[in-house]
């Protein structure tokens, strides 16, 4: 079976566009959304342990890894969130055609960075009151 | 004339052998998380974070821990699939396909089991 055999034409023989960064950046976003999603039920575990626990949870997440961590995420969840209504447009069957496509596309990406951006500064805003 | 047997064609599950229900549920809990998530982030964006008290008090009450619940176990679900799907298209040594399905299989109920256990926990104690 390892005869080399011909190979249908595979990514490499299209033009790049950029709709193709976003096709494989669902994935990307989706796979750091579950590592998010971990993280989040370490969160809520803390939470049900204790104010103790809390407080330390809370305190490893003031550090400057982790709110970059958390600008990741947070812009990975969006994209996905975003670029998921896309998809599920599509799968009714619309916005198929090319120019459609990449119309929604760069729509996805300018509403990702601004819910992003929005997202960050009530996140900011959510952390900076100690009690 | 189809070559499919009558009994192939009722199952509908195509040439793969588990016809569309993954494709299928991968957005039925698509269109789930879309208000659920939402609704999660507003909520937890206009909360004091740091106060374990205010946190402790939202996810105590009664409709706050059951859409909390429902929003962790369908995570948990589209989280798996799509892990799944990425999996098969990338992982192609049966072995280390199997150990990784499997990997993730454990990790997602385990997350869910967690999560759950937490919500349940604030919301009942």
Known sequence: ????????????????????????????????????FLALVWWLMALA?????????????GTPLAKLLLVGFTFSFVYHFCNG????????????????????????????????????WLGCRALAVVP | MSLRTPLGRVLGKGAAGDGVGHWWLQRVTAVALIPLTAWFAISLLGKQ??????????????????????????????????????????VHGKGSKTALLLLSLFVHIAAAAAALFAILRMALV
Not at chain 1, 6 to 35: D, E, N, Q
Not at chain 1, 49 to 61: N, S
Request: glycine share 8%; charged share 15%; proline share 4%.
């Open chain 1, 1 to 36: 079976m390892n005869a080399p055999r011909p190979l249908s034409p595979h990514l490499g023989v299209y033009k790049f566009m950029y709709t193709m960064s976003l096709s494989i950046l669902h994935r990307i976003t989706g796979l750091a959304a579950t590592i998010g």
């Open chain 1, 49 to 61: 342990t204790g104010p103790d626990a809390y407080a330390r949870a809370m305190q490893l997440v």
């Open chain 1, 85 to 120: 209504i896309r998809h599920l447009v599509w799968d009714t069957g619309r916005g198929l055609e090319r120019a459609q496509a990449r119309r929604s596309g760069a729509f996805v990406i300018v509403t990702a960075v601004l819910l992003t951006a929005l997202v960050v």
């Open chain 2, 49 to 90: 974070l740091q106060s374990y008290d205010a946190m402790r008090g939202w996810l105590g009450q009664p409709w706050v821990a059951v859409f909390a619940a429902l929003l962790v176990v369908t995570i948990a679900w589209h989280s798996k699939l799509g892990v799944q799907v990425v999996v098969e298209d990338y």
